[in-house]
C-alpha cells in the first residue's frame, strides 16, 4: 500500500478500490452467491470490500499502520453519513444507512488488526477464539443483519461459524503469517505435539506440525457444524448464504486432510465442484432438521 508523507492512506485512486472487490474470487467460499438477488449481493460485497480493506491496511500498508487504521475508523463513522472520501467506504457507508447496520461490528474488525500489530502469538486455542470475536465473528453478525434474521441464537450459531472459517484460513496461511512474524496456531498445541516455531518455515509439514493442524482441523469442523442449524433457521436466500460460507470452510478442510495435513506443502484450497456439493449437503440437513429429522450418515452435523 502506498502512503503519503503525513501518514494518510493513499487509498483514492481510482484503481485501489476495484481490486480489493476482484480479491472475493480467492476466497474458499461464494462471497455473494449469484443466486442470491443483486441487492443482497451488492450489500454484500461492500461489506466484503470493508473486510478487504482493513486486513489490507493492517497487513501490508507501509509506515504507521496503527495510524492508517485509526484514519480507517474516521472514514467509518463518516460512512453512514455519505460524507466518506474512500470508494469502498462509500459504498459500504450506502449498505450501513440502507440496512441499518450496527457501526460497533465494523470497529471490531478494525480492532483485530489493530491487535495484529502487538499480539503475535496465542498461547491457547481459547485465546484464539477470542481474537476471532474481533477477526472474524462480527462479519457474520453483518450478514444476519443484511438478511434481517439477526437474532440471539442465529448470532451465537454464526459465532461458530465464522470462528471456524477464520481457523481454516489460519491453517491454509501458516507459511503466509509466518512471513509476517505472526503465529495463530496455538503455543500449548504446538509444544504438546512437539512441533517447535522453525517447523512452520519448512519447505513441507513435518509429522509434528501436521498433528496439530489435524488437532485444529477437528475443531474447525466441529465448529462449521453449527451451519446446520443456524440455516434450518434461516429464510431461503440467507439459508443459502450460509450454507456457501461454510461449504467453502468445509471443502477446505477436505483438501487439507487430502494432503494428509500437509498445509506447507500444498495450497489446499477448495475446489468449486467439492463447495458446490458441500454446501448441497449443509442445505439437506437443515431441510432434515426443519423436518425433525435427524442428519444421515455423511451429512454435516
Not at 60 to 88: M, Q, V
Request: glycine share 6%; aromatic share 4%.
Amino acid at each position: 500500500m502506498v502512503c503519503t508523507a503525513t501518514g494518510s492512506p493513499k487509498y483514492l485512486a481510482a484503481p485501489a478500490a476495484p481490486s480489493l472487490y476482484a480479491q472475493a474470487a480467492s476466497e474458499n467460499f461464494p462471497v455473494a452467491s449469484r443466486l442470491l438477488p443483486p441487492a443482497v449481493r451488492a450489500d454484500l460485497m461492500a461489506v466484503y470490500g470493508f473486510a478487504r480493506l482493513t486486513d489490507d491496511i493492517g497487513d501490508e500498508s507501509d509506515g504507521d499502520r496503527l495510524s492508517h487504521l485509526a484514519w480507517l475508523e474516521e472514514e467509518l463513522e463518516r460512512a453512514p453519513r455519505g460524507t466518506a472520501t474512500h470508494p469502498a467506504m462509500r459504498r459500504v457507508g450506502a449498505t450501513i444507512a440502507t440496512r441499518g447496520l450496527s457501526l460497533q461490528h465494523f470497529r471490531d474488525l478494525i480492532e483485530a488488526n489493530r491487535r495484529d500489530q502487538s499480539v503475535r502469538r496465542y498461547e491457547t486455542f481459547e485465546d484464539l477464539v477470542g481474537y476471532c470475536r474481533f477477526s472474524a465473528n462480527p462479519v457474520g453478525r453483518l450478514v444476519l443483519e443484511i438478511f434481517g434474521s439477526a437474532t440471539p441464537e442465529r448470532v451465537a450459531l454464526s459465532d461458530d461459524v465464522c470462528t471456524g472459517l477464520q481457523v481454516v484460513e489460519h491453517l491454509q496461511d501458516v507459511a503466509e503469517d509466518l512471513c509476517q512474524d505472526r503465529i495463530y496456531l496455538p503455543l500449548a498445541d504446538l509444544r504438546a505435539q512437539g512441533c517447535e516455531e522453525h517447523d512452520l518455515a519448512a519447505p513441507s509439514a513435518g509429522p509434528a506440525l501436521r498433528r496439530v493442524v489435524c488437532v485444529e482441523a477437528a475443531r474447525a469442523r466441529h465448529l462449521l457444524a453449527s451451519a446446520v442449524p443456524l440455516a434450518a433457521g434461516l429464510p431461503l436466500q440467507a439459508r443459502i448464504a450460509v450454507a456457501g460460507y461454510a461449504a467453502g470452510g468445509m471443502a477446505a478442510l477436505d483438501a487439507i486432510e487430502e494432503a494428509d495435513f500437509d498445509v506447507l506443502g500444498h495450497q489446499c484450497r477448495p475446489k468449486p465442484t467439492a463447495v458446490v456439493a458441500r454446501a448441497a449437503l449443509v442445505l439437506l440437513a437443515a431441510r432434515r432438521v426443519t423436518q425433525g429429522a435427524s442428519p444421515r450418515e455423511g451429512e454435516p452435523r
